[in-house]
């Protein structure tokens, strides 16, 4: 699974990776510890441009009676998401990246969990494969939320955790973005996991472990 990852580089840096031409994204700041329920830096792709904007962490889907139902959907599994109602309609045409530059996972060690920061090599910015979705009440209540594919962990990740996120190759991420695009093949072709040479992870403090802590030292190795 995914529950923890960080985006912690200058908004400038992100416009041009993922070459935006249009932002809703208002008082970015980087985010050391980013946990479920949050505010995301979003990218979509309204058909003829890359647009950056904000959704909240926790899939609820349209037809959902209790929008707290997007607790129990932070992550989605790559290889059934096309066959689960909460996930096929938005895995056709409202498909998502979450820009991150680590993420976060738990080992256990001598019977205690261990928390790891994973990342790619050269600390780079990658794509995270997200679905959005649009929930709205009777009496107007709109709430736009997100979540992140997970795919079998590659042979880096097998060590630290069975499931890891889709990290998409950088040459797929216009392809994933294209709402055009609703072939189911096509799309799962996106959804392999990534090379793992070119992934790190070390150890950081437990501190991590409470969502309310978010300062830059969570990043340094033990």
Request: hydrophobic share 35%; charged share 25%; proline share 6%.
């Amino acid at each position: 699974m995914c529950g923890r990852f960080t985006l912690t580089v200058p908004l400038q840096k992100i416009e041009e990776r993922f070459d935006i031409e249009d932002t809703t994204l208002e008082d970015y700041e980087p985010s050391f510890n980013i946990a479920p329920g949050q505010n995301v830096a979003a990218v979509i792709n309204d058909g003829a441009k890359n647009r950056l904007g904000v959704l909240t962490w926790g899939l609820v889907p349209h037809w959902a009676s209790d929008p707290n139902i997007g607790y129990k959907m932070i992550n989605a599994r790559a290889e059934t998401a096309h066959t689960k109602n909460s996930f096929k309609r938005p895995l056709e045409t409202q498909r998502c990246i979450l820009p991150a530059d680590s993420f976060y996972e738990w080992k256990t060690e001598n019977g205690k969990k261990q928390p790891y920061r994973i990342r790619l090599a050269g600390e780079s910015l990658f794509a995270l494969a997200g679905l959005w979705e649009k929930w709205e009440k009777k009496d107007g209540d709109k709430r736009f939320t997100c979540t992140i594919l997970t795919i079998e962990a590659n042979a880096f990740m097998e060590g630290l955790h069975h499931r890891m996120p889709v990290i998409l190759k950088e040459e797929l991420e216009s392809t994933w973005l294209d709402p055009g695009i609703q072939d189911h093949h096509a799309l799962q072709n996106c959804l392999a996991p990534i090379d793992s040479s070119i992934m790190e992870a070390y150890p950081v403090s437990k501190a991590v472990n409470n969502v309310k802590n978010n300062a830059e030292d969570l990043l340094n190795p033990l």
